[in-house]
């Protein structure tokens, strides 16, 4: 080989190694691939056509290839210039352009990664790419035998050929040879930060006067595996997720439990087609449900232009916000009551308004779901209870609208917060819930800790502005999650704040525009836990149960530090109880069988009045068949028939005769229904179920869209929901139910309001009873300690009354110090209220005084708020003191829906044998480890605010539920350890 292809050599291996060094350490995940195939696609596009022109036309232009007008002029001359003058130029050529586009393309600042990956297959998306330096081989050999005929004249090897080939040899050598290093996003940790970067936290917010209490920490998991949802994607895992893994991975997304990516990656196959296909996923929060939605809705869409539907609870504004960066460029929105159907690849709608606005418009628009390829079901076990029971409806008439529009099933993915506890009923729960067939698509991910995690309760924050601190919030805005947030983000810890329900958007707003440093606060927060090193939480009392599942993935994207988690615990003494007894996993020390422990999801299908009015819904969306209506609802035909019945004799649907042939060929007579009633006029709160609600209206609102109604109820609630003085918030303000009549108001009327500034909450104080017991089922006995014989029964039917003398309000007297005051208001007339529900009965074998009984019910009430995560408004326990059921004097207790028709809600208790005696052992134990020690109790047993407004005027002692409930479980006094 002549002297200038050893320097030509050298010079092109010398730049391949420069340019690989330099990607490595600049590049995302220190992968080349992406470059080297950019290069190798848009130099093969320039300089192979021209190459091959040059041969061409030396065998089919021989005269036009003796004047030189080609690549090959080494061989021929141009110009004048002899051929061995223009061998180096020839020689040169491809390996300048080569270098020239190789440079630039490593030192721009926005590379494109996509042209040329058809040439490498996975480059650029990390993993082993070895098969392309099988491609080398048939390209270097010719090349490598050709070196010694290098030089000038007619018989003499193309210079341009052979250094263009050299070139192409050495960029798919590097594609081949090419690998991400491995960092903290993909698989190895990579090393954490110091530690002195930032201030502790714990002790930065315990110098400003914020009083943390410690419930516990955690370790982070002892074997990190594949399986950890809080561990990483790597490349090699990535690949065996396929084309969902890449588009992940292409995103830069991190922390993304891997089984998750391989259970979902199916859904993207195109032989699917209008068949669908559905995955159950049951994991800890934020394991990369958001991230993995977002990569699907991307490929769906530029696939297959089709939409993909996420369904929420609530709060789907600030899911879009934090799904808009996993997105890329695909558009996002919220569908609204008052706006048309947005034009997006992605629709985030809230369960409320998807029922009552969007799917009755899409009679207007009936395009609008047939692009629908993807439904996402999110936090289902939100809808546990009554949201459960509208959710069945709404499913299915969902579901019926699609298959109609785009003729066949849409993909679908549910997910819910899984539960490590033994009984745990979520496979059941979303099997009834949602109309598709997971079996087999069912996944488990398991809470695991990346990083140590410390949970705290947030105390007090009185010294804080005792020393000075925090003087520009105003007192009305001084709310501990607040005001821990902003001491959070001072201290320079990425921050996320979640605040209940209850504290007024305006007051979040207000601490939001306060200043951190050179930005406000709401610019300084995390919009999600995931980018977190610190968290302040305001949980339910039904979460106290699901920490690991709330917080096994906080700040997985964070840096290396620990993370810090501080709650404002609910009222619930009982919950307040379990989160001082929480273990290192986060989970409540409860002695007992792990059972009863459970924190149960709860399918309730209501009675007929939900179904009566969903159908009339479905209806208003599409005309239907009874047979159609059967199919798609999937309840008794005898219920269905008879709803339908009713609607028509009422005339509410019209109703015609139809024949048609079935799929077995046979003549069908049936009626086809259609609603007459203007549906899009239709607001139906997902915790309701009847068709005429009571709507609670503020005058002031004047001409406010929705004409100022705050709440709609079923009017058989009203005594429980709006009762004269109750303080509620609704669209993050706080009001207050005005004066009225003792007499509870019916379908048809209304019940003003107030907005109010005051930082109050109420609980009605009421006397509670039941009458005309009427079984459903033989007697369960369950036996209980020595003995002690206690009996189930399923009440079929039963009136509860309840009488309501005045209410409790518990102010803030001083936001600053915490400082309340206690009120008892009474009202001049009793209110009166009551429901036709269903229920359950616990019977004693002997008579029992109804002061003992009164207190056995006070402990049982919060035990169950928290063990089957229903709202204080939802169930209650009620004494029963000789009432007559099937001829027999009954004493005992009665756990009553507060729904009319009742829902189902407490079939999971008869048909657990162990659930309810547990329940009532973990209630003595929560009761005998009360430091108080006096037979009286105190706030933080029996004495609380909200179990003294739900025994009216009399007093709940802890005396009398030990003695009763020492009687049922056979418990010492002092607690077990």
Excluded at 227 to 245: M, T
Aim: charged share 25%; with cysteine; aromatic share 6%.
């Amino acid at each position: 080989m002549s002297e200038p292809h050893l320097y030509l050599l050298a010079a092109i291996l010398g730049l391949a190694l420069t340019v690989e060094a330099v990607a490595r350490l600049k590049l995302p995940h220190g992968d080349s691939g992406a470059l080297w195939a950019t290069v190798a696609g848009r130099f093969g596009t320039l300089l192979w056509p021209l190459l091959f022109a040059s041969v061409a036309m030396e065998t089919l232009f021989p005269q036009l290839f003796a004047r030189g007008f080609h690549l090959f002029a080494d061989r021929t001359g141009a110009l004048g210039r002899s051929p061995r003058e223009l061998y180096p130029w020839c020689l040169a050529a491809p390996a300048v352009v080569w270098a020239l586009w190789t440079l630039w393309e490593l030192l721009r600042p926005a590379r494109s990664e996509s042209f040329g990956r058809w040439l490498s297959g996975s480059a650029g998306l990390d993993g082993s790419r070895a098969w392309i330096l099988w491609s080398v081989i048939p390209l270097a050999l010719p090349t490598i035998s050709a070196t010694s005929r290098l030089g000038s004249g007619d018989t003499a090897y193309p210079a341009a050929l052979w250094s263009s080939a050299v070139v192409f040899s050495v960029t798919l050598t590097a594609i081949g040879l090419g690998r991400a290093r491995v960092s903290a996003s993909d698989g190895e940790p990579a090393e954490a930060p110091a530690a002195d970067e930032k201030p502790d936290w714990h002790s930065g917010l315990t110098g400003r006067g914020l009083e943390l209490e410690l419930l516990a920490s955690t370790q982070p998991s002892a074997q990190p595996s594949a399986e950890s949802s809080a561990q990483p994607l790597k490349g090699s895992e990535l690949a065996l997720a396929g084309e969902l893994g890449r588009q992940m991975l292409r995103s830069g997304r991190r922390g993304v439990a891997p089984e998750l990516i391989k259970a979902l990656n199916p859904l993207t196959d195109p032989s699917l087609g209008s068949t669908g296909g559905a995955v159950l996923v049951a994991g800890v929060d934020d394991c990369g449900q958001r991230e993995a939605v977002a990569a699907m809705a991307v490929l769906l869409h530029r696939r297959y232009l089709q939409t993909t539907l996420v369904v929420t609870a609530g709060g789907a504004f600030g899911l879009v916000e934090r799904m808009r960066a996993d997105l890329d460029d695909v558009s996002v929105a919220v569908p609204t009551a008052s706006t048309p159907l947005p034009d997006a690849a992605v629709w985030v709608a809230d369960a409320e308004v998807l029922s009552d606005s969007v799917l009755p418009r899409l009679r207007t628009q009936p395009g609008g779901l047939s692009s629908v390829g993807l439904v996402v079901w999110w936090d289902l076990h939100i809808y546990s209870g009554v949201y459960g029971a509208n959710l069945w409806a709404l499913s299915r008439r969902l579901r019926r609208l699609i298959r109609q529009a785009a003729g066949g099933e849409a993909r679908c993915v549910a997910f819910i917060r899984s539960s490590d506890f033994t009984g745990s009923q979520w496979p059941d729960f979303v099997r009834r819930v949602l109309p598709y067939d997971f079996r087999g698509r069912e996944i488990h991910l398991p809470s695991r800790f990346s990083k140590r995690l410390h949970l705290y309760r947030l105390a007090s924050q009185e010294a804080h502005f005792a020393r000075g601190h925090g003087a520009d919030i105003p007192e009305q805005f001084r709310h501990p999650a607040l005001v821990a947030a902003r001491e959070s983000a001072r201290l320079g810890w990425p921050t996320h704040l979640e605040v209940s329900r209850d504290v007024p958007a305006a007051t979040v707003a207000a601490v939001g525009e306060l200043s951190v440093g050179e930005t406000a606060l709401s610019n300084a927060l995390c919009p999600s836990p995931t980018e977190a090193g610190a968290s302040i939480r305001c949980p339910a009392p039904g979460e106290i149960l699901s920490l690991p599942e709330c917080f096994g993935t906080s700040g997985r994207a964070g840096d290396g530090l620990d993370h810090h988690m501080a709650l404002v615990l609910p009222v619930n003494p009982y919950a307040r109880y379990l989160a001082g007894r929480l273990d290192a996993r986060l989970r409540p020390r409860l002695d007992g069988s792990a059972n009863g422990a459970s924190r149960r999801l709860i399918c309730a299908e209501g009675d007929e009045r939900l179904l009566r009015r969903h159908l009339l819904s479905a209806l208003g969306e599409r005309p239907d068949t009874h047979e159609g209506l059967q199919r798609d609802f999937l309840r008794e035909d005898s219920t269905i028939r008879r709803v339908l019945q009713r609607l028509a004799e009422t005339d509410t649907l019209s109703r015609e005769e139809v024949r048609y042939l079935d799929d077995r060929g046979r003549l069908v007579i049936d009626h086809r229904y259609a609603s007459r009633e203007a549906v899009d006029d239709r607001h139906y709160p997902l915790d309701t179920v009847g068709s005429h609600l009571l709507e609670v209206v503020d005058p002031s609102a004047g001409h406010e869209v929705g004409g100022g109604v705050r709440l709609r109820i079923d009017p058989e609630r009203a005594a429980i929901l709006a009762y004269p003085g109750r303080i509620f918030s609704s669209d993050g303000r706080r009001f207050q139910i005005a004066d009225r009549d003792a007499r509870v108001p019916r379908s048809g009327t209304f019940v003003e309001c107030r907005p109010v500034d005051e930082h109050a909450t109420t609980w009605r104080r009421r006397f509670a009873g039941v009458r005309d017991l009427h079984a459903a089922s033989a007697r369960r006995s369950v036996v209980g300690a020595h003995g002690y014989r206690l009996t189930l029964l399923t009440l079929r039917r039963l009136i509860y009354e309840e009488t309501v003398v005045g209410f409790l309000r518990r102010r803030v007297q001083n936001l600053s110090d915490g400082r309340k005051a206690l009120d008892a208001l009474d009202y001049r007339e009793p209110l009166f209220g009551e429901i036709i529900s269903r229920g359950l009965l616990l019977q004693l074998p002997e008579p029992v005084d109804r002061a003992s009984l009164i207190s056995l019910c006070a402990a049982l009430q919060p035990v169950l708020q928290v063990h089957l995560a229903v709202a204080e408004d939802v169930l209650e326990v009620v004494p029963v003191l000789g009432n007559e059921v099937e001829g027999e004097e009954i004493f005992g207790l009665a756990l009553v829906e507060l729904f009319p028709g009742g829902l189902g809600l407490l079939d999971v208790l008869h048909d657990a044998d162990r659930l309810l005696p547990d329940l009532l052992a973990r209630a003595r134990r929560w009761i005998a480890a009360c430091p108080c020690r006096s037979e009286l109790g105190c706030e933080r047993c029996l004495q609380s605010p909200d179990i003294l407004a739900s025994t009216g005027l009399e007093r709940p002692t802890r005396a009398g539920a030990l003695s009763l409930l020492g009687r049922m479980v056979g418990e010492p006094v002092g607690e077990r350890s």
